[in-house]
């Protein structure tokens, strides 16, 4: 079992930087791929970006094509936390971010995800 909290969400005007935080307890954290996904109202949740588990020699990251450039996904195994810094936000931004966990591998997909936070609301304003 994994739990797992967000925090750092909220209002910034556009061109604005926020940093999410994911803080998590239970199991051993670095065994896991970790990912942040968001949904905004009305629509499906998506992929944001994720990071590959601590295991390998090599850390894997993959972002969605529309956050590319401007958000970078990092993690401190040391202290159980992941995080989200987020740079020249946009409107489109807007939604609530939800940091998930799943065995080894990245995947975008939110279905292999095992364990999920509560959220975190980002308002971008224009």
């Known amino acids: 079992q994994v739990t797992l909290v967000e925090s750092g969400g909220g209002l910034v005007q556009a061109g604005g930087s926020l940093r999410l935080s994911c803080a998590a307890s239970g199991r051993t954290f670095s065994s896991y791929a970790m990912g942040w996904f968001r949904q905004a109202p009305g629509k499906e949740r998506e992929f944001v970006a994720a990071v590959s588990w601590s295991g390998s020699s090599t850390v894997y990251v993959d972002y969605a094509d529309s956050v590319k450039g401007r958000f970078t996904i990092s993690r401190d195994n040391a202290k159980n936390q992941a995080y989200l810094q987020m740079n020249s936000l946009k409107p489109e931004d807007t939604a609530v971010y939800y940091c998930?966990?799943?065995?080894?591998?990245?995947?975008?997909?939110?279905?292999?995800?095992?364990?999920w936070g509560q959220g975190t609301q980002v308002t971008v304003s224009a």
């Open positions: 998930a966990v799943r065995q080894a591998y990245i995947s975008r997909q939110s279905s292999t995800y095992a364990y």
